[in-house]
């Protein structure tokens, strides 16, 4: 159990001179009793212009240490709604609305259409304005009121929202409490054996469950510290690791492949400034570049396994090992099993849905008994994941359920050609995917991204993959990117990857 089960308490382990937030561009670090101090004050800021627990405010801030604080010291007392600042006006108008904001926090001084959102559906706007450490601020603007429940927040209180990333329907918003991401940072911080002389550098984005989760509060929940960056940027991360000497990073597997592609040139730096490990999460790691990056960092890289409806994390990989590439891990947090179409709980080595319950799980999606009924199953939550837990416990996942290939009745994990596919010398990432076929339904198709210098041809790799895979499952189209399309969150985005590209068979 928990000693913390709200932000508040999670920060009370912090030695309280020791550096809690940190940023590369030369600013005093913030320590413990100035994050403490500022989460105090912003609650009572809060309070004061009639917001407290239960109401909700969104965030949109760029990557940085104020955006992490701004998130924990809303979230101690209010429920927080960090939205992506690449959104265009309608879409803030869209998510504002469906939240039902009580107010908006922007930077003072830039523009936004966040604004304009917001001042159309009278939003009330909160300015933040940074202080001389990192991470510090205060909020200007907003109109004298009492809230409704002030102080800090309880373990049930709803400390984060977030909208799941639906591919065509609505999406759906997931609640998750003090309790539900207290105990997510606390899953986290065991599975990594975080202490208080860790650093974590973080690149993730700041509305993502991953970076505000995996990176923000697991480092805080053992009193260590985190360095913000202004986000991913592949040019001036071995800078950062050379100035600020984290501990560890965690990132999406593109991100990792990017950086991995710059390694080379950076020795000098990773011998430098060594790390205690990396961490993937968020999508598959194909096992060729997880090998490769813990030969060139000489850290173990750490697989995890999560979903914004767990809080984030639900297995990782055991940081002292075995690690196992290609496979997710040892359930790592909440309870996991694997279950049957009929909700009946599979054996080992059967492959169903993977189901999860526990503290760090969603009692279930805001205002949509539809979902709800679909989604839970005898108190199980569904992940939309398919996969099987090998004979030493450890995950491996087979796909989305969505996303599986169904060409003529045969159904083709994407996951499976991906690993053939990034097994090829010439390949640097491989991303399968559905293409619609009048007479099968549909066919597999595949965008590939080569490495440097290197030269590669369809029938090449179609010869490669032909060798390990049946015949159904070999890539009837190849199409050579310089980048595969991404998500704003960085992650690979199968569905719809056809018509994007505009191919058709």
């Not at 709604?81 to 504002?96: D, K, Q």
């Not at 592609?261 to 430098?272: F, G, H, K, M």
Request: glycine letters at 10%.
């Amino acid at each position: 159990m928990n000693a913390y089960r709200t932000v508040a308490e999670l920060l009370m382990r912090g030695a309280p001179t020791a550096a809690a937030l940190r940023a590369p561009d030369q600013r005093p670090s913030l320590d413990y009793t100035g994050l403490r101090a500022l989460l105090a004050q912003t609650v009572a800021t809060l309070n004061g212009i009639g917001i407290g627990r239960g109401d909700r405010v969104a965030i949109v801030l760029p990557n940085g240490p104020e955006m992490a604080t701004a998130f924990i010291c809303v979230a101690a007392g209010a429920t927080t709604a960090p939205l992506n600042p690449g959104y265009r006006t309608e879409e803030f108008a869209f998510y504002l609305e469906d939240l039902k904001a009580s107010a908006l926090i922007v930077a003072k001084g830039t523009e936004t259409p966040a604004r304009t959102a917001a001042t159309a559906l009278g939003v009330q706007i909160l300015e933040l304005v940074p202080g001389e450490a990192a991470g510090s601020f205060t909020l200007e603007g907003g109109t004298a009121g009492k809230a409704a429940r002030p102080g800090l927040a309880e373990a049930e209180d709803v400390a984060l929202v977030l909208h799941t990333s639906g591919t065509t329907a609505r999406p759906k918003i997931v609640p998750l409490t003090q309790a539900n991401i207290t105990a997510s940072a606390a899953h986290i911080e065991r599975s990594l054996s975080l202490a208080a002389d860790d650093c974590c550098l973080n690149v993730m984005p700041l509305f993502h469950i991953h970076g505000l989760i995996a990176a923000v509060l697991s480092s805080l929940a053992a009193g260590g510290a985190v360095c913000c960056s202004p986000g991913f940027d592949a040019l001036r991360f071995f800078r950062w690791l050379d100035e600020e000497r984290p501990s560890w990073y965690t990132a999406v597997p593109t991100m990792h492949q990017t950086i991995l592609a710059r390694a080379e040139r950076n020795r000098e730096v990773i011998a430098r400034a060594p790390l205690r490990f990396l961490r993937s999460s968020s999508a598959s790691m194909p096992a060729a570049v997880m090998r490769q990056l813990e030969e060139v960092f000489g850290a173990p890289l750490v697989e995890s396994y999560g979903m914004t409806e767990a809080a984030h994390q639900m297995a990782s990989n055991p940081l002292a090992g075995p690690r196992k590439p290609g496979l997710v891990g040892l359930p790592a947090g909440p309870e996991m099993a694997i279950m049957a179409e009929d909700g009946s709980l599979l054996a080992q080595g059967e492959i169903g849905e993977v189901v999860i319950r526990g503290p760090n799980v969603t009692a279930g999606y805001e205002a949509n008994p539809e979902a709800n009924a679909k989604a839970f199953t005898n108190g199980w939550f569904r992940t939309g994941d398919q996969g099987m837990f090998d004979p030493d416990g450890f995950l491996m996942l087979t796909g989305r359920l969505k996303e599986l290939i169904n060409r003529g009745g045969e159904k083709i994990s994407p996951l499976e050609v991906d690993g053939i596919l990034s097994d090829h010398p010439a390949v640097a990432q491989a991303l399968t995917f559905a293409i619609p076929h009048s007479k099968l339904g549909e066919e597999v198709g595949c965008v590939v991204v080569l490495r440097e210098g290197m030269v590669l041809t369809e029938r090449e790799l179609r010869d490669h993959a032909a060798l390990h895979l049946a015949d159904f499952k070999v890539p009837r189209k190849v199409v050579f990117l310089a980048e595969i399309p991404k998500g704003a969150t960085g992650k690979l985005m199968r569905i719809g990857l056809a018509e994007k590209l505009g191919i058709a068979l």
